[in-house]
């Protein structure tokens, strides 16, 4: 029997949203509808957008959920309602991720997956220094070891440093940065501590680009760490299977966990427990300074 398709009308923020075909499935593995992916939304808004507002945000869209096709929407479409906050840089008019009302209407709209940039979208200057530890097999220990590798550095530099899962099969590593840097700085200080690590450890990481030369090794990118790139923001969720979710986590949880643990249906009880661990990322009380690590490079 066919599902029903009645709609659904929620107001936000003073917004009335039409909900359309919320029974349909975006995850069918996971048992995940439209509605169910909003009610997650809704749930988890607080602490994504701390992170997300005020970021050139890129969305993924998979109109017919996540076994259908798919496409990537940085522009924001002429349709959108005129209350949704937008930027325009370097001529695409991005969408700002600035309230509730913004994620509902976009995720009826099928954006499953939420990117963002580095930088807010009335500056170029990066926020944070970031790695993003991409495995080249399927064996999750080996990032895992490069984790506390990158950890053990950035203590070593007393750099505080914050770790989320990718909702793939990674890690992406953080450390907020006073506003003072540039991009050029930021990826010559990424440059240095990736091939630094590599040098010690040449069996295990690599920064070559090139993904037919990485062998069995595990890519350190610090190049995506630059302005209008991106990364997906703090609990959003992937194009997966089993709806995993880009998920922030304690360091002492990382040798112990395996990132298809952290979904749409296991996050919202999580967050509730722990509360919101990216919060020294998207509200930091203090952020750290590179100039010892910047002058080092300098005087060589």
């Given amino acids: 029997m066919a599902a029903p398709t009645k709609e659904y009308e929620l107001t936000i923020g003073g917004h009335t949203l039409s909900i359309t075909n919320p029974y349909k499935p975006l995850w069918p593995k996971a048992e995940v509808t439209k509605l169910d992916y909003i009610r997650y939304l809704l749930i988890v808004a ?8 005020d970021r050139l945000l890129t969305v993924i869209r998979y109109p017919h959920g996540i076994t259908d096709k798919h496409f990537y929407q940085k522009n924001t479409p002429d349709y959108a309602p005129a209350w949704i906050q937008t930027h325009t840089w370097e001529n695409v008019r991005y969408a700002l991720c600035n309230n509730e009302a913004t994620l509902i209407w976009m995720a009826n709209q099928a954006a499953l997956e939420w990117h963002v940039s580095f930088h807010l979208a009335k500056n170029e200057i990066p926020t944070e220094l970031v790695f993003d530890l991409d495995p080249s097999t399927d064996d999750f220990s080996v990032v895992i070891q490069s984790a506390m ?4 550095l950035l203590d070593e530099l007393h750099l505080p440093s914050y770790v989320k899962t990718s909702g793939s099969s990674g890690l992406q590593i953080y450390v907020p940065l006073e506003l003072r840097y540039t991009f050029e700085q930021t990826r010559q200080v990424g440059y240095f501590l990736a091939s630094y690590l590599v040098n010690k450890h040449p069996e295990l990481l690599t920064i070559e680009r090139m993904v037919k030369n990485r062998g069995s090794k595990l890519y350190i990118d610090y190049l995506q760490h630059w302005r209008g790139k ?6 959003s969720p992937r194009a997966k299977e089993k709806a995993t979710v880009s998920t922030p986590l304690q360091w002492e949880e990382v040798t112990q966990i395996h990132p298809t643990a952290f979904t749409i249906h296991t996050v919202p009880e999580r967050l509730q427990t722990l509360g919101d661990l990216f919060s020294p990322v998207s509200s930091p009380d203090s952020r ?5 690590v910047l002058s080092f490079l300098q005087s060589r």
């Fill in 46 to 53: 607080k602490p994504m957008l701390a992170y997300a507002k």
């Fill in 288 to 292: 750290a300074s590179l100039d010892r």
């Fill in 149 to 152: 590798l990158v950890k053990e």
């Fill in 230 to 235: 991106t990364l997906p923001a703090p609990y």
